[in-house]
């Protein structure tokens, strides 16, 4: 991320910086225009956003409101979707992008009859694969179980764990392999404040000493407070794009919560206005 | 941890299929197995069990045991396959490891072979076993190599494992894919030839049942059992197997979607 060519060579080229995915100023995700049809409603509705890489981008509003779409849209998993949008310098679900996106889905999707290391040994393996990458795979294995704090169980059946500890070992399968994108689809549903603080500070330090961007949904509020960004969505389309301080200075509010609940109110009445006008 | 050393070991891109995927595949799907050591017991006594209750119950005709219990020694590995690799596959995609599996770089084709890899190594020690039971206990009289037999049940678990992983992609629930069961392979069961020869069938029907796989395979075991050597209609009748467990598989492939709705 940070070996851009520097020297002689690397002047202006003058092109289109399209095909060159690992310029630092480009977004992690830029998109434009943004609709997802899914059946017959319309999940997405046009929608406009950037994240910016390095940061934790938190992605906040209602359930039912698109967040896991937008996420399914950005990582390459779901279909019918319209518009731009650029991930990592590629457009979204591009092959190569594979192996630099960690996803999270909402439900934890581990096989629960493996133990948690059988778990990430396999998807290690579909990431780096061959007897060469054997050691480091081992290594990158054994730090995603510390990452997420499951050392202790780390041979008990998937199956076997709780709730909370089985959603833990989903996101140490999104570790592996260092991606330079995590997007997470509720990764603290469930779990007690100490897990929440000490998940929080993980993802921090990813951002901070990783450099990974993460992109990461919830609907609890209070965890807006922790993210660098915050894009606040409610029915299909993005309300604010801005960081937690600007929002509240904006809307005059104590909280996140306060502020996204008087950006609804601005939302309603302003369709209101529209519709008496016509 | 600095930028360069992720660099330089960047993880491999995707391809369709790698040898060291599938065999990572193969190797899970067995790991899965073994943590539920009752389904491989079900899976190994079952054919077993049912030869030797098929003995006994023609315990006065053994020409009967004979053609039936040849029949019956294809037909097992190409059931149980079909069964275990429906629910598998079903379960891969509820439980969200599939859509995982197609976020990362794992070849389409790299899914498919690690099946029918594993499931097919379950295949052979089944066969093993019933066919060992069947010939040196149970006294089935069959003139040709046991090997044949053992390479049409082979295929024949193969044949299964592609028609599980093709159905399960129209299964919404375990119920479902149960139920396709019956669906796919009792017509062909009936058709095949194990109740009554297929030119005494119904013009109509014999020419359904030409067009069945299961056909084939339980042709090919009659073949073993009645020929020393391997014959053309063997060799037709293998090739018929393989062919068709191949096209399904590639249909099942094709049921594999990286964006869903």
């Not at chain 1, 579909?126 to 704090?149: F, K, M, Q, S, W």
């Not at chain 1, 960081?243 to 996204?260: C, G, I, K, M, N």
């Not at chain 2, 660099?7 to 491999?12: G, I, K, L, Y």
């Not at chain 2, 379960?91 to 969200?96: I, L």
């Amino acid at each position: 991320m940070m070996n851009y060519a520097p020297g002689p060579s690397g002047g202006p080229t003058g092109g289109p910086s399209g095909d060159s995915p690992d310029v630092p100023d480009t977004p992690a995700v830029r998109a434009a225009d943004l609709t997802v049809v899914r059946g017959p409603r319309t999940v997405l509705r046009g929608v406009d956003f950037t994240v910016p890489r390095g940061q934790i981008t938190g992605l906040l509003g209602p359930s039912g409101c698109g967040k896991s779409t937008l996420m399914r849209s950005v990582v390459g998993t779901q279909a019918k979707v319209t518009g731009t949008l650029d991930v990592l310098g590629r457009p979204a679900g591009h092959p190569d992008l594979r192996t630099r996106i960690g996803y999270v889905t909402q439900a934890p999707s581990v096989y629960d009859d493996l133990t948690v290391r059988q778990n990430l040994d396999y998807f290690a393996a579909i990431l780096r694969p061959g007897r060469a990458a054997a050691d480091r795979r081992r290594e990158e294995v054994t730090r995603a179980i510390t990452d997420v704090d499951l050392t202790s169980h780390a041979d008990a059946l998937a199956g076997n764990l709780s709730g909370g500890q089985r959603s833990r070992v989903s996101l140490a399968v999104a570790l592996l392999g260092a991606p330079e994108l995590l997007v997470l689809d509720e990764p603290t549903v469930g779990l007690d404040p100490v897990l929440r603080r000490d998940l929080w500070n993980l993802f921090h330090d990813i951002a901070g000493r990783r450099g990974a961007t993460l992109l990461i949904s919830s609907h609890v509020m209070d965890e807006a407070e922790r993210c660098h960004r915050l894009l606040l969505m409610r029915e299909g389309e993005i309300l604010a794009d801005d960081t937690p301080d600007a929002l509240r200075t904006r809307t005059h509010s104590d909280t996140v919560e306060a502020a996204f609940l008087h950006l609804v109110d601005e939302a309603i009445a302003a369709g209101r206005a529209k519709e008496t006008t016509r | 941890m600095s930028a360069t050393t992720t660099e330089t070991t960047a993880p491999a891109p995707a391809r369709s299929l790698t040898a060291s995927r599938t065999l990572a595949t193969a190797a899970r799907v067995l790991r899965q197995l073994r943590h539920d050591p009752r389904t491989i017991a079900l899976l190994m006594l079952i054919p077993c069990l049912m030869l030797f209750l098929l003995r006994y119950v023609f315990d006065g005709s053994p020409r009967t045991f004979d053609n039936i219990g040849a029949s019956l020694l294809g037909i097992f590995p190409l059931i149980t396959m079909f069964l275990v690799t429906s629910i598998a596959t079903l379960r891969e995609r509820t439980s969200g490891t599939l859509e995982r599996l197609l976020a990362m770089p794992l070849g389409k084709g790299d899914l498919i072979a690690g099946y029918a890899l594993a499931f097919g190594t379950l295949a052979i020690i089944q066969s093993a076993l019933a066919t060992g039971l069947a010939l040196w206990f149970l006294g089935l009289d069959v003139v040709g190599s046991p090997w044949l037999l053992l390479l049409v049940a082979l295929l024949d678990a193969l044949l299964g494992t592609a028609l599980g992983l093709f159905v399960s992609a129209f299964a919404a629930s375990e119920f479902q894919a149960v139920q396709f069961m019956p669906a796919v392979i009792f017509p062909q069961l009936l058709l095949c030839g194990l109740f009554t020869p297929r030119d005494n069938m119904h013009p109509a029907l014999e020419t359904v049942s030409d067009v069945l796989p299961m056909s084939y395979a339980v042709d090919g075991m009659n073949e073993v059992l009645k020929h020393t050597d391997m014959t053309a209609t063997f060799v037709r009748d293998v090739l018929i197997v393989a062919g068709c467990a191949l096209l399904v598989l590639f249909l099942g492939a094709a049921t594999l979607r990286r964006r869903t709705t």
